[in-house]
């Protein structure tokens, strides 16, 4: 089974903090992707990376950034948290040839106070 | 750009009871079509695609969806609900396969008993 973890399911960080959040996928699959998930809202695409190395804006980079420096490893970086940015994480990775399965990760509901 | 549209916030059936979760979206040509379900918790799950051919497609857990182009929509269906399908609901379009998601707002199925 494809396995896409995410370093926290819960965090609390206060504004102005430097947040990391981390998403790892076993599956050796090239494209990854970062959301951003609110009610009312459904799911917002953040940032995506289709390579190593690679990145490209999604529909709401600002105040995010990322890093891809191993294929299996995608971190969605807040430089200085606001309240909000409180909101449920999502990433997700599929393979290059067979895109339109996506897979996703369980979450991270991050608060920051 | 391509948008979703799922018109309805929630949706409260009983158990037994058929279920039909409307999906309308906006796009020139024909899309790649997607439902999602969230489980409290949970990341996403994939419950069934569109691409081309057959416009009825089956998914997993007893779920359908039938693809209508005269009506731009691709309603989820399934005869009889269990409870364990209360979840929320994503409908997502993407121009192609290698193409990025843009997601629903996404249903909430409440099932009473």
């Known amino acids: 089974d494809v396995k896409v973890t995410q370093s926290s399911r819960y965090l609390v960080k206060r504004t102005g903090e430097k947040v990391f959040l981390e998403c790892v996928q076993d599956?050796?699959?090239?494209?990854m992707f970062w959301y951003r998930q609110d009610p009312g809202l459904g799911l917002r695409l953040i940032y995506f990376s289709y390579d190593v190395k690679m990145k490209e804006k999604g529909d709401i980079p600002e105040g995010y950034s990322v890093s891809r420096e191993k294929k299996e490893r995608f971190s969605l970086i807040l430089e200085s948290a606001s309240t909000n940015q409180t909101s449920m994480y999502l990433c997700?990775?599929?393979?290059?040839?067979?895109?339109?399965?996506?897979?996703f990760g369980p979450g991270t509901r991050l608060l920051v106070l | 750009a391509q948008s979703v549209t799922q018109p309805d916030i929630h949706i409260t059936v009983s158990e037994g009871a058929s279920l039909e979760l409307r999906c309308n979206y906006s796009?020139?040509?024909?899309?790649?079509l997607f439902w999602y379900v969230q489980s409290p918790g949970q990341g996403l799950q994939l419950l069934l695609k569109y691409f081309s051919g057959d416009t009825l497609v089956q998914g997993i857990k007893g779920f359908e969806a039938e693809f209508k182009r005269s009506q731009s929509s691709f309603n989820l269906r399934k005869p009889s609900v269990h409870w364990s399908d209360a979840a929320e609901y994503f409908c997502?379009?993407?121009?192609?396969?290698?193409?990025?998601?843009?997601f629903g707002k996404g249903t909430m199925l409440l099932v009473s008993p």
């Open positions: 599956m050796d699959h090239e494209n």
């Open positions: 997502a379009v993407a121009p192609s396969g290698y193409s990025t998601l843009t």
């Open positions: 796009y020139g040509a024909t899309p790649y």
């Open positions: 997700a990775s599929r393979p290059r040839d067979n895109p339109e399965t996506q897979y």
